[in-house]
């Protein structure tokens, strides 16, 4: 049986950890992209290595958010899907005037025609082919009892995670073998979040309380740090040289429950008040996804080339992750202000040109179902 929603009123906490996702998953960008992990001093590889479990967490907490509330929908997703691919290939287009003007000619290949295929945006890909299937899936989760629900994502966790977190160690890469892939692995996080959205007031382990959560995410951070310093000095003859940052994936077992208890954590956090400063945040949220697809466009690389060179020269600075949080809030500032001037111009035309389309294909889609 579904758990009765006692709580009507919206919960900003959500908007706020959507805001903190985002920028988890830009500090992992500045040090996965912008840095080489050998040029770094010892001290500078620890943090180093615990910042990469950023981006995976981010990632799992979104798709999360989303499980948490798109479960309950059964409507057709094609007006958000075509909102979606008009927001790749605005960025995508931007991205590539940058790099005419910054370094005066651009190539044109074939993922210049087909961005996310060729896996430019992987996440917003698996998210778009998500939303195609969240009918169904939707479906199975209403029609699936708690115990059934649970079973399954025991049943998937172990297969997804686990497995892959213990069998990795033979080849030093937690995402390896024939049942994982990061798309079958979202799903499973959709799952997830429409489980604790559904019985977060009837299930066992969910009805504690927040502090428990807090307890557990600072426990399994400690942990993410005990393996780091593990597989730093970890040296046998039967398995190959595991990276300090092997953890890292989403898949593995410590940033799944990094992940979960930070969610959570937010879910248990009632933010109801719509004070300034939510409001503030609420509006910030509404970007993110513009932040996501312009931090983190293809040719990103060849626009900010000298810079990434440039911040190489800080690799055994003890300014270092002075400079990551810096860098990370000044990238995380200028897409979000980018994100707000295409609203007021792009979009508005968007609005304009494709609002009778999308009715058109929403009259069509409806009369095929009657």
């Known amino acids: 049986m579904e758990a009765k929603k006692v709580e009507k009123q919206r919960n900003y906490s959500l908007d706020l950890l959507r805001v903190i996702a985002i920028l988890m998953i830009i500090i992992f960008h500045v040090c996965y992209k912008a840095l080489i992990f050998n040029n770094l001093s010892e001290f500078n590889k620890l943090i180093v290595a615990f910042f990469l479990h950023f981006g995976e967490i981010g990632v799992n907490l979104f798709m999360l958010i989303t499980g948490f509330f798109l479960y309950k929908s059964n409507s057709s997703k094609t007006t958000k899907i075509i909102r979606l691919i008009y927001d790749i290939w ?9 790099c005419v ?8 290949t074939l993922s210049t025609f087909f961005p996310t295929s060729l896996g430019y945006f992987w996440y917003v890909t698996c998210y778009i ?4 299937f969240s009918p169904y899936l939707n479906l199975l989760i209403k029609n699936l009892e708690q115990k059934d629900h649970r079973r399954l994502l ?17 080849i030093a890469n937690v995402e390896n073998g024939q049942v994982y892939s990061r798309f079958i692995w979202l799903i499973f996080m959709y799952f997830l979040g429409a489980y604790i959205s559904k ?7 969910l009805k504690n309380d927040r502090e428990f959560f807090i307890k557990f995410n ?6 993410a740090i005990i393996f780091i310093f593990i597989f730093k000095y970890l040296s046998v003859s039967f398995m190959p040289k595991v990276p300090m940052f092997y953890m890292w994936p989403p898949n593995s077992i410590i940033v799944f429950l990094m992940s979960v208890s930070l969610f959570i954590i937010f879910v248990k956090t009632n933010l109801t008040k719509k004070t300034k400063a939510i409001k503030f945040i609420e509006k910030i949220s509404q970007h993110t996804l513009g932040i996501y697809l312009l931090h983190d466009a293809p040719y990103n690389y060849l626009i900010f080339a000298d810079c990434f060179i440039w911040f190489q020269g800080f690799s055994t600075s003890k300014n270092l992750v002075f400079l ?6 000044l990238v995380f500032v200028v897409s979000l202000i980018v994100s707000i001037i295409k609203k007021f111009t792009a979009d508005r035309l968007y609005q304009v040109v494709f609002d009778k389309i999308e009715q058109k294909l929403k009259k069509s889609l409806n009369s095929s179902h009657l």
Request: glycine share 4%; with cysteine; charged share 5%.
């Open 90 to 98: 605005f960025y995508f287009i931007l991205n590539i005037i940058l």
């Open 101 to 108: 003007i910054v370094k005066g000619s651009y190539v044109v």
């Open 129 to 132: 082919c998500i939303l195609i």
């Open 154 to 170: 025991i049943i998937s966790l172990i297969i997804l995670s686990v497995i892959p977190t213990i069998s990795g160690l033979a």
């Open 199 to 205: 019985y977060q007031e009837s299930d066992r382990l």
């Open 218 to 223: 600072i426990l399994s951070s400690f942990f």
């Open 324 to 329: 990551i949080v810096l860098i990370t809030i």
